[in-house]
């Protein structure tokens, strides 16, 4: 029914280029045989020494034991994907993108590693590392909030531009940007997996940061489920400028219960309109294509 993204959008090759065809220099043993001089647009040997980490990196921590697995799958295999670099000086290079390959290959006891030589300003190469650690690494919700802000202010991209370099529709990338918004305490429980974003984005339900930090207290302390912790904040959240009838129909009370249920079942913002007559609507809300696609295989349609 719709038409989903896949990948990176545009792709990394409308931002990088297209990649030459060339044969990838043997270095499973850690060895080189006269590494030929680096050419830019090629694949080529370089020494690790000269080259240097980006400064640009968003992930600023990596899995020492995912490290080390990935050095012996290198020890045993070589390095399958080359990273890449720009030239910053004579045989000096900085990383672009394949920093964790990078790190890994020091551990495996490599002298060279094979690396795409590509030219880049700061910007270009800021931009190309975030979308390529966005796209290819595992980073947990909040980094990827950072770096969707950091490509906004330091690239200076909107929300729909950066949703196309990142293949996401902008409803997720405000999603994410929204969780920027909390405060540190919650942040820090994102980033290190105590909670997950599903508990972050219903937190965000609440505008009182008193608020916010006991429901996040509360779902710490008692294991609360997403579901709950909409529940929580459901609970807790006032009544819309006092739009709720004085004098409440037979049918309100009942419209209210079914009303919930529904957000239960679909896990989202559902509002029953009924009037009345016995006329109304029900409308079901979603934030971005992911989300439809989810609504509509639950509402199990052919």
């Known amino acids: 029914m719709s038409t989903k993204k896949s990948g990176l959008g545009k792709g990394l090759s409308a931002i990088l280029g297209d990649t030459p065809d060339t044969t990838i220099p043997s270095t499973t043993n850690?060895?080189?045989?006269?590494?030929?001089?680096?050419?830019?647009?090629?694949?080529?040997?370089?020494?690790?020494?000269?080259?240097?980490?980006?400064?640009?990196?968003?992930?600023?921590?990596?899995?020492?034991?995912?490290?080390?697995?990935?050095?012996?799958?290198?020890?045993?295999?070589?390095?399958i994907q080359p990273i890449t670099v720009r030239k910053v000086a004579d045989n000096r290079y900085q990383i672009i993108s394949g920093e964790r390959r990078f790190k890994a290959s020091k551990l495996a006891g490599l002298t060279v590693v094979p690396a795409y030589v590509r030219t880049a300003n700061d910007q270009a190469m800021l931009e190309m590392a975030l979308v390529e650690n966005i796209q290819r690494e595992n980073l947990n919700a909040l980094e990827i909030a950072i770096s969707y802000q950091r490509l906004i202010e330091e690239c200076s991209l909107t929300q729909e531009q950066l949703g196309d370099r990142v293949g996401k529709d902008r409803s997720t990338v405000t999603n994410y940007l929204r969780l920027l918004k909390l405060p540190p305490q919650v942040q820090f429980a994102i980033r290190d997996g105590k909670i997950s974003m599903g508990h972050a984005r219903a937190i965000?339900?609440?505008?009182?940061?008193?608020?916010?930090?006991?429901?996040?207290?509360?779902?710490?302390?008692?294991?609360?489920?997403?579901?709950?912790?909409?529940?929580l904040v459901r609970s807790a959240s006032p009544k819309k400028n006092g739009k709720e009838p004085k004098n409440k129909p037979n049918w309100y009370v009942e419209i209210k219960n079914i009303q919930e249920r529904l957000e239960h079942r679909y896990e989202t913002k559902v509002e029953v309109r009924h009037k009345d007559n016995g006329s109304g609507q029900v409308v079901i809300n979603y934030y971005s294509t992911d989300d439809f696609n989810r609504l509509i295989e639950l509402l199990d349609f052919d």
């Open 30 to 79: 850690g060895s080189s045989i006269d590494a030929p001089k680096a050419m830019v647009g090629s694949v080529s040997s370089i020494a690790l020494n000269q080259i240097e980490a980006n400064p640009f990196q968003p992930r600023t921590e990596f899995d020492e034991g995912a490290l080390n697995e990935l050095a012996e799958s290198i020890r045993q295999q070589g390095i």
């Open 204 to 231: 965000l339900g609440v505008d009182d940061i008193a608020m916010q930090l006991k429901i996040f207290n509360d779902v710490l302390t008692e294991d609360l489920s997403v579901r709950r912790t909409e529940d």
